[in-house]
């Protein structure tokens, strides 16, 4: 089983040494890497150029566009069975490879992996972990409240089919954690949507036509929203936790020319916004769980805005707003079959207000 390895990387000369590096460690070889760069100056091409000669490696060039962009460049180019994207600041652990062609083979009907993303730091030259059983996929268990019980059923119900998955997509459209199935997600396989971008892969007969829409900017929840496409299609996704990177530490996301505050909400907007993405094509959707989570979530911020006075949880409160206005706009222009484009219209209220 041969795979593609799908690279989207942007001013990260000084970090993607260490993942190619990780990638010519694999025991497993039968794969090639396709990087899809969009040029910064900071000489990221001549550390391409130093691995060219030891990896089966592609350069595709992005002269336009944001993430999602990039992984449509990516999937164009694409010819392994199986297409696996991992970040340009992940590093994969020896094994890497060989645990998602295992997924594949071990396991019936498989159409998406992901894998585990453990949080590490560089010290000098050498990556060690920030501490043992901590991941960015696998929350920490612990008990929820009886409110949270109670309402969770409502607002964080996850859709039909979707019961006993760790990440899955909520009937109010939103990416949920199933605290229960983490308890055993550290030691074998689980049902899971896909989890990180950092770490996933899906079979290429899966994604066969697929393309991303190009209404994101930081790329928020496509990894839920290519995996809700192959979960309809009639595959089973897991998590397998053998397949594992290591995610440096280091304060910067693929998107690195908006202000901290901007990206902020942006980072929520894009995540409220699955919902409209796949509303009118997802029927298990609903408008009640929806008007449910918004009640209930934004009491939530308000009472931490109130009480921990975590000033954060205005610009959340204001992702939330947004989301609602622009998908209302944008299921207002599909019915009258006009253009709209939601994240410019974002753009616009960002500038406005900040």
Known sequence: MHLSVIIPTYKRAHLLGYVLDGLRRQTCKDFNVIIVLKPSGDKTEKVVEEYAGLLDLDLVLQRRGFVVDALNLGLEHANGDVITFLDDDAVPCVDW???HVESYEMFCNIGGVAGNVIPAKLFGSELKKVTDNVSHIIPPSRSLTFLERVFGKVWDAPLDGMEGFLVYISKAGVVGYNLDVSRFAWNRPVKSLLGMGANISVL????????????????????????????????????????????IMHGESLTRDIRSVKKDLLRWVENYLLFYRLYGVERKLSRMHRIAWLIFSSLVSVKKLCIDKELRQIVKLKGKLYSELIGQKWLLAKKLGTNYTPLTDLEKRIAHNF
């Open 97 to 99: 490879v060989e645990r």
């Open 204 to 247: 290429r007969e899966a994604v066969e036509g697929f393309r991303f829409p190009s209404q994101w900017v930081l790329g928020l929840a496509w990894e839920q929203f290519l995996g809700w496409h192959v979960w309809k299609r009639g595959y089973n996704l897991i998590f397998n936790p053998k397949a594992s990177v290591y995610h």
